[in-house]
């Protein structure tokens, strides 16, 4: 059993910054790709930034310059630091990681979300 949480999300006032962390805990479970995402009532959930298992992190552009996304291998935790935030940046934020169990089966876990509000 492979569990996600997220944690960090608030209320920030335009131009502030937050720090979202995403700890997975389980077992013999490799974890590759750990991303972040988000979804505002309405929309469809949008990829905001990835960082796969040893490689080069990737961002949409509306995080390009402003969010950075980075993991901790050791403990099993993603985290996204958000910078310079704005009100179109309010949304539910979903952390999502892929990875493949040791008996060789993929899999994708989500956790349950946390709330981002930009907003004076």
């Known amino acids: 059993q492979v569990q996600v949480v997220e944690s960090g999300g608030g209320l920030v006032q335009p131009g502030g910054s937050l720090r979202l962390s995403c700890a997975v805990s389980g077992s013999g479970f490799s974890i590759n790709a750990m991303e972040w995402y988000r979804q505002v009532p309405g929309k469809e959930r949008e990829l905001v930034a990835g960082?796969?298992?040893?490689?080069?992190?990737y961002y949409a552009d509306s995080a390009k310059g402003r969010f950075t996304i980075s993991r901790d291998n050791a403990m099993n935790t993603v985290f996204l630091q958000m910078s310079s935030l704005k009100p179109e940046d309010t949304a539910v934020y979903y952390c999502?990681?892929?990875?493949?169990?040791?008996?060789?089966?993929?899999?994708?876990?989500w956790g349950q979300g946390t709330q981002v509000t930009v907003s004076s």
């Open positions: 999502k990681i892929a990875g493949r169990w040791w008996y060789g089966t993929g899999s994708d876990y």
């Open positions: 960082i796969p298992s040893g490689g080069s992190p």
